[in-house]
């Protein structure tokens, strides 16, 4: 670590917890300010209780609080995947929290058994299709698309993002490695073209006819649908017969060294209720994670699906595994 870093570092802890009062909460966030302002603010102002939060990718987020340790100002880290959450988790980062109302709210598929991170909003990576050249009854599960007769006509995104890796690692859950190897093989063997680095272009390759089918998450279909509402692509909710539709989360935990876990706690508990998980999941095209309330008018018209009910912890404590497997398959 730098003396520069470690100088700016300090210097912004300093800023931070000068002002840290008693009855505030500091969040390290991996979500874009954007997605998380308007709910702080809605939360301060129901509450009282001020909100303090730094932005930046998960990666560096973790890095920080171990450099600071018991010095963190951090209360809070909100972050995406189950597989980030559970990194953060396995490395110490985190504390369990005891809380009837996150029990009640958030399904046990989506939290950590140790209670020490909550699913706070539902994201599905499901199956993507151009409605010019193949019909629903065409689709049927993510294991089908390892099938020849999708040679050439499907795209995905490079196995490098954790939204794959998560998928992958569920599926080695579910289906072990060796046959979880035979699929992705499938996949590779099917590719119309390379990988494409986000979902968004992988989407428009679809609708542009140089392939005909990938995966994605919903809410990247949603924005692009937004700006571009004439493209002919539509959702399809695979595996309904079988296991469900792959769903990860966007969650957050009370960090180990939290000065305000009482406020933390609070903050964590707001998210999951009605206010919070309506503005948590609308603000992005995602689906609440507490199953009382319904998503969003345009969420909820892409249809309903049955989700894989393993748990999301899974996609981080195979992370490495899935890793391996897409390398020796091929899977860029």
């Known amino acids: 670590m730098s003396k520069r870093f470690l100088a700016a570092l300090l210097l912004t802890f300093a800023g931070i917890s000068a002002s840290h009062a008693a009855d505030e909460v500091v969040v390290y966030s991996a979500r874009a300010e954007q997605l998380i302002k308007p709910m702080f603010d809605a939360f301060t102002k129901e509450t009282g209780i001020p909100v303090k939060f730094i932005t930046d990718k998960e990666g560096p987020l ?6 600071e340790g ?7 880290l909100l972050t995406v995947d189950a597989g980030n959450l559970w990194q ?10 005891q809380s009837g109302v996150l029990d009640k709210n958030v399904p046990v598929h989506l939290k950590d058994p140790d209670n020490q991170w909550f699913g706070l909003s539902i994201r599905a990576r499901t199956i993507v299709y151009n409605t010019k050249a193949l019909k629903p009854a065409d689709l049927s599960t993510y294991e ?3 099938n020849p007769k999708w040679k050439g006509k499907l795209c995905l995104r490079t196995s490098k993002k954790v939204y794959n890796q998560s998928l992958v690692a569920m599926m ?26 986000d979902d968004t272009k992988l989407m428009e390759a679809i609708a ?6 990938g995966i994605v998450n919903t809410y990247y279909y949603g924005r692009l649908l937004e700006k571009k509402p004439d493209l002919t692509l539509a959702l399809f909710w695979p595996n309904q017969q079988t296991t469900g539709v792959h769903v990860n989360v966007s969650g957050a935990g009370v960090v180990k060294h939290a000065k305000n876990e009482k406020a933390a706690v609070r903050l964590l508990e707001w998210f999951t209720s009605e206010q919070g998980q309506k503005m948590f999941a609308d603000l992005n095209m995602e689906y609440p994670a507490n199953p009382a309330f319904k998503p969003d008018t345009v969420v909820a018209g892409w249809g309903s699906f049955k989700q894989n009910l393993i748990n999301v912890a899974k996609a981080g404590e195979l992370q490495a595994a899935a890793v391996r497997l897409m390398d020796r398959a091929r899977y860029k």
Do not use: H, Y
Request: negative net charge.
């Open 70 to 76: 018991p010095n963190t100002p951090a209360d809070v």
């Open 88 to 97: 953060a988790a396995n490395e110490g980062l985190l504390k369990p929290v």
């Open 62 to 67: 973790m890095e920080r609080l171990k450099a």
């Open 144 to 146: 089908d698309l390892a």
């Open 208 to 213: 542009a006819g140089q392939c005909q089918v």
């Open 172 to 197: 080695i859950a579910e289906k072990g490695e060796a046959e979880t190897e035979k699929i992705v093989r499938g996949w590779v063997s099917n590719l119309a073209t390379d990988v494409f680095p």
